[in-house]
């Protein structure tokens, strides 16, 4: 079938939206028809590297609704909602490649193996995941990557409990979730830590009890302050070098970085 996505067909030149082809769903594929699409920093770190094969589709979180299934698959069926996620449903140790999607552009096979910048996706039933019916069709698209990540690390990575203290360096998408999930464990104090007000701000909305602007006041300072001499567990939602060496100072011998 044809359908339309965004295709990065060059290091350092512009994305376009354009027509590809997809074949029939391999056993263990399926094809979901797309809603929504999340937008996250790992395409742009995708669309920097130039040792990536091109043409490349891009994403990796989107909802929509199953409309072809391969015939090993048996988890969810045409017309499910599902979300589309790159982490895949079976546990495995290390990392796991999956091969090509094996959808075309301009005849040549496009790399990678999931994306969600197009109309439809046809990607390994691993990664496409059934949902309520009734989910929102839009906010519900990052669930895949941005909740996933940062919620999951706060509740299953670090297990954090009611009453431990956690701070949080960077609070876009990945922070607010792990923000969030944080909320709900009822961690105590909950410090969000950024540069920019305005998403402080919405942290706070989404839980966080105490922020700290970087950009204005000492952030190891400042958290150690409001959380007695250091938080228990420490979440970076940014991943630089200057991250790294403010979370280690504010985090408690025994907690986790
Ligand atoms: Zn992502």
Redesign the pocket.
């Given at each position: 079938m044809k359908s339309v996505a965004a295709i990065d067909v060059g290091h350092g030149k512009p994305l376009v939206v354009d027509e590809i082809e997809i074949p029939d769903p391999r056993p263990d594929q399926v094809i979901v028809k797309l809603y929504s699409s999340?937008v996250?920093?790992?395409q742009l770190h995708q669309m920097h590297n130039s040792a990536l094969e091109r043409p490349m589709t891009l994403g990796?979180?989107g909802t929509g609704v199953v409309t072809h299934v391969g015939s090993d698959v048996t988890h969810v069926k045409a017309g499910d909602m599902a979300i589309v996620t790159?982490v895949p449903r079976t546990a495995r140790q290390g990392r796991w490649a999956p091969e090509p999607s094996g959808v075309t552009y301009r005849e040549e096979e496009v790399s990678g193996s999931v994306y969600t910048w197009g109309q439809d996706v046809l990607t390994t039933g691993e990664y496409v995941v059934k949902v309520d019916d009734d989910v929102p069709k839009d906010v519900s698209s990052i669930v895949g990557?941005?909740i996933l990540?940062g919620s999951g690390a706060v509740l299953h990575t670090a297990g954090v409990k009611p009453g431990d203290s956690v701070a949080i360096w960077g609070v876009g998408g990945v922070g607010i979730a792990a923000v969030q999930m944080a909320s709900i464990l009822e961690a105590y104090p909950i410090i969000a830590v950024d540069l920019d007000d305005a998403k402080l701000e919405f942290a706070k909305s989404m839980g966080a009890t105490h922020t700290v602007n970087a950009a204005t006041e000492d952030p190891i300072a400042r958290v150690i302050e409001l959380s007695n001499g250091g938080v228990d567990y420490s979440f970076d939602a940014i991943g630089f070098k200057i991250t790294t060496e403010q979370i280690l100072p504010v985090t408690r011998s025994g907690g986790s970085g």
């Open positions: 999340g996250c920093h790992s990796h979180e790159w990557c941005a990540t």
